[in-house]
């Protein structure tokens, strides 16, 4: 192949090198061609975190307006392309629509200054439900030629294909599969983190202080952990979320997880890992068959611990052993239990109650299975106050009785395009945060927001500070 590929991290924070960026360098040197990493995600927070620019600079993307210093931005984007040629390709990974802003600004300052072919993917290039034709944002870019080629969906096998073709395409490049994507077995050398030492944590974030093993080491940082996937997309149709429009529901044999495990653990010798789905959400029989699998492969290799979220479902659909054998193989939860009145739950299409969500943390403490941080929601368009008002009864429950909980995250609910949501407030997409209907007002969200963190918060069980989270939540 003539020319030489670079595979840029753009920015999306925190201060970590995607594992997505790992699995496509994989696909490059598996094809055994030329492909390099440049961090720009790193050198952004490098250079900016803890001045006066970081919170523009954090904003980018997700509040447009910010103002950030562009020029100075420019002049380090530049450095970090110096070796980029215009006969070179560069790969840009889009992880989300709010990473177009930087998509954007970094493809014109490529063109502009190098002249190179650019080609993108990932989730970002395009909103949840577009397909091909919907495209809009793509469309945009390629009309203005700020990029050669867009790959959308299954880049595992698209992008081999321009690899071995010689980068030979244009435009769109759309492939839509059942097929779960053949990605992950990186070898030794990629697993290992390249910033390790290097790397800028917002020590304002990430509560270090809650006195528990799970936020202590290496354990602390296990989003860092290889990720390996076992299920993609979502089975469930729960109104406020994205991933079943996003993603096909698709299951990976679970052989081929214990394997990648396996790989991991022989050839790099990690014991803590990360599963990369959205959530484990569907068949419990494959859940059970990946828990048996994990059991036998530690009692032959030693413990291995791992993380994921996980979906709650009726009582009367989980078992003992599924609890037992959670705790045996050294599975650590982080639930999306999402809300604590029924009402809710159930204008949300959840199939489980506050008496399921009970049994699940009952059963965590029973069998010892350390909530490593769960998901809660407030703000939901039905939630009245005193549908707020019942959070007191998980307070109580968790004030009162043995819990295994280590930490929990208080989400405001946003409102997805397309989502069934959309009849029941008024939504101005420039300021899609600011939506408003009967029962709640951005006011009214954030509010509900900082009663609950204050109560996690006083039980020692928040995971992130204040400050930071506010700031998101404002988005
Ligand atoms: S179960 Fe979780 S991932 Fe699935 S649709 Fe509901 S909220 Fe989304």
């Known amino acids: ?78 450095r970090e392309l110096r070796c980029v040629k215009n006969n070179h390709r560069v790969l840009i990974n889009v992880f989300s629509t709010e990473s177009r802003s930087w998509c954007e600004l970094i493809c014109s300052i490529i063109k502009m200054h190098i002249g190179c072919k650019i080609y993108i993917g990932g989730n970002g290039v395009y909103s949840p439900g577009e397909g091909e034709y919907e495209s809009e944002w793509a469309n945009y870019l390629l009309n203005l030629k700020l990029v050669d080629a867009v790959f959308l969906n299954q880049a595992d096998v698209t992008l081999k294909q321009a690899i071995q073709n010689d980068f030979n395409v244009s435009g769109k490049i759309y492939r839509h599969s059942a097929e779960f994507p053949s990605l992950g077995f990186l070898p030794k050398h990629l697993v290992e983190d390249p910033i390790k030492d290097q790397r800028v944590y917002d020590s304002t974030y990430i509560r270090e202080d809650i006195d528990h093993p799970a936020m202590q080491g290496e354990l602390l940082d296990i989003e860092w952990a290889p990720k390996i996937h076992f ?13 079943p429009i996003l993603q096909n529901w698709i299951t990976r044999p679970v052989d081929d997880v214990i394997n990648e495990f396996r790989h991991y653990v022989t050839t790099t010798g990690r014991r803590y890992y990360f599963l990369g789905d959205s959530t484990i959400n569907g068949s419990t029989s494959a859940w059970m068959r990946l828990l048996q699998g994990m059991y036998k492969l530690q009692q ?19 078992s003992e052993e599924e609890f037992e054998l959670m705790n045996k193989t050294n599975f650590h939860a982080s639930p999306g239990m999402d809300h604590v009145s029924d009402k809710v739950l159930h204008h949300m299409r959840k199939k489980y109650t506050w008496e399921d969500v009970l049994y699940y943390i009952d059963m965590y403490a029973k069998h010892n299975v350390w909530i490593r941080d769960c998901l809660w929601l407030v703000g939901y368009p039905t939630e009245t106050e005193d549908d707020f008002a019942e959070y007191t009864k998980l307070i109580d429950r968790l004030d009162n009785k043995k819990h295994t909980f ?62 930071d989270t506010y700031k998101r939540a404002l988005r």
């Not at 997309?233 to 406020?240: D, E, I, N, S």
């Not at 006011?443 to 204050?454: A, F, H």
């Open 406 to 467: 280590v930490s929990n995250i208080v989400n405001v609910t946003y409102i997805n395009r397309n989502s069934p949501l959309l009849e029941l407030v008024d939504i101005d997409w420039n300021d899609p945060n600011r939506w408003t209907c009967d029962n709640s007002t951005p006011e009214v969200r954030l509010q509900r927001k900082r009663i609950l963190d204050d109560e996690f918060a006083r039980i020692g069980k928040l995971k992130y500070k204040h400050k």
């Open 231 to 243: 299920s993609l997309g979502c089975v469930k149709q729960c109104t406020f979320c994205d991933i």
């Open 300 to 318: 032959e290799l030693g413990p291995i611990y791992w993380n994921s979220q996980i979906a709650v479902k009726p009582a009367n659909r989980t």
């Open 1 to 78: 192949m003539s020319g030489k590929n670079w595979l840029l991290h753009t920015p999306r924070f925190p201060d970590n090198l995607s594992w997505s960026i790992l699995e496509l360098k994989n696909l490059f040197d598996k094809q055994g061609e030329h492909c390099e990493i440049i961090d720009i995600n790193h050198k952004i927070y490098k250079k900016f975190f803890n001045t006066q620019h970081w919170e523009n600079i954090d904003n980018f993307g997700v509040m447009i307006r910010s103002p950030i210093p562009v020029f100075k931005i420019i002049r380090l984007i530049l």
